[in-house]
């Protein structure tokens, strides 16, 4: 998916987490973006985000709780650091790679997606 602009000239965009809800069906995908970039070509690379997620709310799932018919995945943009916060992404634009791999034989469907961040502005 993309190009996904997300801010124009004298902004940024501070990307949180991205949010993906699935049908429960086949496994699990993999999830990568590409900040910045038109195409992974000339060493830009797609880059996995989907190592670590947990479902969506967190507060409601907790860590491994999940849904019964629904994959609802927080990807986080950054590892977690330090005191435990996950650290943002800063970026214009950026694409969406999604891939249930060749070997799933169901129809894997994606219901929804949310980008959650902020966009700030220069002064």
């Not at 996904?4 to 699990?28: H, K, N, P, S, Y």
């Not at 169901?106 to 966009?119: R, Y």
Request: charged share 15%.
């Amino acid at each position: 998916m993309g190009n996904i602009v997300l801010a124009q000239a004298g902004q940024m965009a501070r990307c949180e987490f991205l949010e993906m809800d699935f049908m429960q069906l086949g496994t699990q995908p993999t999830v990568s973006v590409l900040f910045d970039e038109i195409s992974a070509t000339n060493g830009a690379v797609f880059e996995a985000i989907s190592g670590t997620f947990v479902s969506d709310p967190p507060k409601l799932y907790g860590d491994t709780g999940t849904p019964d018919t629904i994959w609802m995945n927080r990807y986080y943009f950054s590892t977690t650091v330090g005191g435990g916060n996950p650290q943002p992404a800063w970026c214009k634009s950026l694409q969406i790679r999604v891939d249930f791999g060749a070997s799933d034989v169901v129809q894997n469907e994606l219901l929804a997606f949310t980008l959650f961040g902020a966009l700030h502005q220069e002064k």
